[in-house]
């Protein structure tokens, strides 16, 4: 009985990490080599925006192991001045595993 309920708690745990992993639209992940840039939410695709101020955050990948950066919304838009978020969209970059790069692109006025 004791492993039923080590593996039912194990499950749920797994599952409820699934849930976190997942965004609006992701575009598949090589295993090689990525470098692709895409939207965070398919509802804006097409639709003129007021997009006169740019902001940036960024998260660089080390080996796997190591994270730094923040690559929040609102430090994207702090670095851009905006007060007003209008599009948002994201920016991958992988070299094996060894080096990743994730970029945070955030437009408005």
């Given at each position: 009985?004791?492993?039923w309920?080590l593996?039912?708690?194990?499950v749920?745990l797994?599952?409820?990490?699934?849930?976190c992993?997942a965004?609006p639209?992701?575009?598949?992940i090589?295993?090689?080599?990525?470098d692709?840039?895409?939207?965070l939410?398919?509802?804006?695709?097409?639709?003129?925006?007021?997009t006169?101020l740019?902001?940036?955050?960024?998260?660089?990948t080390?080996?796997?192991?190591?994270?730094?950066?923040?690559?929040?919304?609102?430090?994207?838009?702090e670095?851009?001045g905006?007060?007003n978020?209008s599009?948002a969209?994201y920016e991958?970059f992988?070299?094996?595993?060894?080096?990743q790069r994730f970029?945070?692109?955030?437009?408005?006025?």
């Amino acid at each position: 009985m004791k492993h039923w309920l080590l593996a039912l708690v194990a499950v749920v745990l797994v599952l409820g990490l699934v849930g976190c992993y997942a965004t609006p639209v992701r575009p598949p992940i090589g295993w090689v080599y990525s470098d692709f840039r895409a939207p965070l939410s398919a509802d804006n695709q097409g639709v003129e925006y007021d997009t006169t101020l740019h902001g940036e955050a960024e998260v660089q990948t080390f080996l796997g192991y190591v994270s730094i950066g923040d690559s929040s919304l609102k430090t994207a838009m702090e670095n851009g001045g905006i007060q007003n978020l209008s599009f948002a969209d994201y920016e991958y970059f992988n070299i094996l595993g060894l080096y990743q790069r994730f970029i945070i692109h955030a437009y408005g006025n």
